[in-house]
């Protein structure tokens, strides 16, 4: 197979190839493996690749994906024998003992994985970049940020090295790479995505697990594949009515599609980043949707005070967690500065903190559900200003615990509405800043509604086409 016809195809094509026996696992991992050197070297997106698992690679497996090359980032889903860094130098040289639950599902639906890819430390950024690994950068321009905090995953997907990445998101994580790489970036309902064995979504309420895609049809197949619970979950799986592979081949019904461009507390949108959300709410109206600007009645000062509360919390509880699990007993002071910020101010909170914040997030939650009694989607810019340089945002800097909350909900202030609630959302690769730069239409329903997300973006998808888009480091380039 050439190189340029395999960057043609998304997931679900090469695993079409594959079963037809147009092509062999072996070559495809050959590929991607090539792929990878000849462009990581520009974007230190991957930190380790597996060139020894060639020698294993068959045609035996199966999965809707059979086949495909995968990587895994550095950050959350755990693979029995390889390193599992989360970009720390607490953990440094750490060595999985266990597959998670979402593994053992990658595996099954027939993905080959080939690597990890690069994460800021404990994934606390918008941006990719650790002292540990480096400074990961925008295939779009080298002097940018692919996002964070799955940018390495975006990178490579972006620069067609593989068509499809995992990613996950705690604050806009799987989102804010996909809007800053041109990539589609879905963040699942609470509970759609197992978290185990080793947290659960009553621990981690914030996060989920999930990929990056460069087509809805890749994310709506992964969707199907990699979600439904382990045992032992604390949250009821709702099982859907219709597979959601399927949901990308149905008709999307005529939508009350709210569009807002004001300002979300101190996320202010830059004035090109508002009118290409206009432009796309223009769009939608042509194609039959009830279109009108209006913005949920939620104090977003109040919520990313709190959400920077709790997300503090979540955040000190896993570093603990992650230092006692590879026994490193001088963890804090390993840390880098704003991750050591973040730390302490997590332990400067106690339970009625704790419960405050649980408080603020069952009121937000509510207040959001009355907006959706009326509309039956939310479309906000991703992020609110143009993608900012690398090195810009980083986590080792002397800034106060302060600064980094205005700087996240200054770049991101739309994203963590979704991980407070445990709503869905999308960002879809549909806008440009001014600067030529791809900027993402992010799509929020109520709980539960992927299929919805994925009906209307497949039709987006199809209306206003991305897929021929290509940036300037790319593997054919």
């Not at 003992?97 to 979402?102: E, F, P, R």
Request: proline share 6%; with cysteine.
């Amino acid at each position: 197979m050439k190189l340029a016809e395999y960057c043609s195809y998304d997931a679900v094509g090469l695993a079409g190839l594959l079963k037809h026996r147009e092509v062999t696992a072996k070559d495809l991992a050959e590929i991607a493996l090539s792929a990878v050197e000849a462009v990581n070297p520009e974007l230190n997106a991957v930190v380790e690749s597996y060139p020894e698992r060639l020698e294993s690679v068959d045609d035996a497996s199966s999965g809707p994906f059979r086949g495909v090359p995968f990587f895994l980032k550095d950050l959350g889903p755990t693979e029995a024998g390889k390193k599992c860094e989360w970009g720390s130098r607490i953990s440094e040289g750490a060595t999985a003992t266990a597959d998670t639950c979402l593994t053992k599902k990658i595996r099954e639906a027939g993905l080959r994985i080939l690597g990890r890819t690069s994460c800021p430390e404990f994934g606390f950024a918008v941006s990719t970049e650790s002292v540990l690994n480096g400074i990961t950068r925008n295939p779009w321009d080298l002097e940018r940020t692919p996002g964070g905090s799955s940018g390495g995953s975006a990178a490579i997907v972006a620069a067609g090295a593989v068509p499809m990445a995992h990613a996950n998101d705690g604050a806009g994580s799987t989102r804010v790479p996909a809007s800053m790489s041109g990539l589609v970036g879905l963040k699942c309902s609470r509970g759609r995505i197992s978290l185990g064995p080793d947290c659960g979504d009553v621990q981690f309420p914030l996060y989920s697990e999930f990929v990056l895609t460069r087509t809805v049809r890749d994310a709506a197949v992964a969707l199907e594949a990699l979600s439904g619970p382990m045992p032992g979950e604390m949250t009821l799986y709702d099982e859907p009515a219709v597979p959601f592979s399927r949901e990308t081949n149905r008709p999307c019904e005529k939508l009350r599609i709210a569009f807002s461009t004001e300002p979300w507390g101190l996320g202010v949108p830059s004035a090109d980043v508002a009118d290409e959300i206009r432009r796309v709410g223009g769009l939608l109206l042509d194609m039959g949707h009830s279109v009108e600007e209006a913005t949920p009645g939620i104090d977003f000062y109040e919520f990313h005070e709190v959400f920077g509360t709790f997300f503090s919390m979540v955040g000190m509880a896993e570093v603990d967690s992650l230092a006692k699990s590879v026994g490193c007993t001088n963890h804090v002071s390993r840390l880098e500065n704003v991750s050591r910020a973040l730390y302490e101010h997590g332990r400067s909170f106690g339970v009625r903190d704790y419960l405050g914040a649980l408080a603020t997030m069952n009121g937000v939650s509510r207040r959001l559900g009355h907006f959706y009694e009326d509309y039956d989607v939310l479309l906000t810019p991703t992020v609110a200003v143009p993608t900012p340089l690398a090195d810009e945002l980083k986590l080792n800097r002397d800034i106060s615990i302060g600064e980094y909350y205005a700087e996240l909900f200054a770049v991101a202030p739309y994203t963590g509405l979704n991980n407070f609630t445990g709503t869905p959302a999308i960002s879809l690769p549909l806008c440009r800043t001014a600067d030529g730069m791809p900027l993402g239409a992010h799509f929020m329903a109520p709980m539960g509604e992927e299929a919805r997300l994925l009906r209307l973006s497949a039709s987006l998808e199809q209306a206003a086409p991305w897929a021929e888009r290509r940036p300037p480091v790319h593997v054919l380039a």
